[in-house]
C-alpha cells in the first residue's frame, strides 16, 4: 500500500486547487480496487509558501516547512481537523458524480466509433526512460508554481524531459532513491487545446504572450506536437533554447494564451478561434453560474490547470496507470461539484 506525501510550492500557494484535484484523482483510482496501488488514507497533502527551490526540495527531503499557511478554500492548515473534515467531505460529494458536465465534453465524443486498446503510451515511454513504473511504500510528489519553476538546475536531478533546458520544472517525484522532474504545463495546454477540435499535428498557431516558465513549456510542446507559434512581446520574450519562426499576429489564430494578464478581450489575436486565460480565481454562484463561466471565452484556467495535473499522473507520478485515470471533462466536473460545497463553509 503506497504513501505519497505531496505539495504544491512556491509563493503564492494558498489559492492552490492542486490539492483538491489530487484527492478527487485518487478518489478515482480507488474506484479500482487492488489493481491500483495508491491509497488516499495513506497521502498526506501540504502548502509550501516559499520563494526559494531549495526550501522545497527541504520539505521534500524532510517532510517539514516552517509555516503551514491557512488554505483559502477552508481558512485553516492541512493537517488541522477543519480542513482535512472539509476536503474530505467535498471530495465524497464529488465521487458521487460519475458523469461529466455535457457541455464540457469534446464534440469529437459523440462518434459512436471509438477503438478499444490496452495500449499504454506512457508507460511504454516511462520504461524508456528508466522512469520507476511501480508505486513505493512512500513517494514525495510535488507541483512547483511561480517564483520556482526557471529555478531548478541540477545534475543530481533525472529529467523525463527538456523541462531543466527550457527552466520550466514544475513536477517533481521523489520515488525513494531519486529524485525525477517534468514540465508538465505546456502538455497540459496541448491536451486541452486537442479537446476543443485544434487540429495542432497539421500546423494549427497558438498565439502566445509571455515568456515566463509556463510560456517556454507550452511553446516547446506545441512546437513538437506540429503545431507553429504567433508570439507577441511581453514584459518578457518568449526565448527557447532553439530557433523558430514567430508568424504575424495579424493572421488567423486557432488557439491564444496571454501568459502576463493583459486584456481578456481577445483584442492581442483578435482572429483566434479559442482563448485561455491560465490564471483563476475563486468561482461563485450556483453550480449552473459556475459551468457556464467554465466555458465561457476565454476559457477558465481551471481548464489548463486540471489538464497539466492529469499530465502529471500521466507523465511522471503513475505511468502505469494511465489508463485508468479520469477524463478531463470528468475531472473538472467534479471539481466544480467539490468546489461549490467547500465555498459553502467559507
Known sequence: MAQVRYAISG????H??????LGLVLANLEKFGDDVELKSKKSSVHLVDTRA?????????AGHAPDAPDWQY???????????ALLKKAIDAAMEIEDAEQRLVPLSDSNPVVPLTNENRFLEEAVRMHL???CLENEVWMNLTSPLKHQLASDAISTIDDSMRLQSVN????????????SVDGSGVVTLAQHHGVDIKSGAVLGIIGGGGAARSTADAWIKAGGRLSALPGRRPLELPYEFESQPAT???????????????????????????????PQSGDLEARFSALIAQPLDGRWMLAAQHLEAWKRLWT????????????????????EYLLAKYA
Not at 11 to 14: G, I, N, W
Not at 16 to 21: A, E, G, H, I, N
Not at 53 to 61: F, M, P, R, T, V
Not at 319 to 338: C, D, I, K, R
Open 171 to 182: 513536477t517533481l517525484r521523489w520515488d525513494g532513491q531519486a529524485w525525477w522532474c517534468a
Open 251 to 281: 493572421g488567423a489564430v486557432d488557439f491564444s494564451v496571454d501568459f502576463e494578464g493583459g486584456a481578456s478581450d481577445g483584442s492581442q489575436f483578435p482572429k483566434s478561434n479559442l482563448r485561455l486565460n491560465p490564471t483563476y480565481g
Open 319 to 338: 505511468p502505469q496507470y494511465a489508463n485508468f485515470l479520469p477524463s478531463l471533462e470528468l475531472l473538472l466536473t467534479q471539481l466544480v461539484h467539490a
Open 16 to 21: 492552490s486547487l492542486s490539492p483538491l484535484l
Open 53 to 61: 527551490i531549495e526550501d522545497a526540495l527541504g520539505w521534500g527531503y
Open 74 to 84: 477552508t481558512g485553516a492548515p492541512f493537517g488541522k481537523f477543519r480542513t482535512d
Open 132 to 134: 520507476p513504473t511501480q
Open 11 to 14: 509563493s503564492p500557494v494558498t
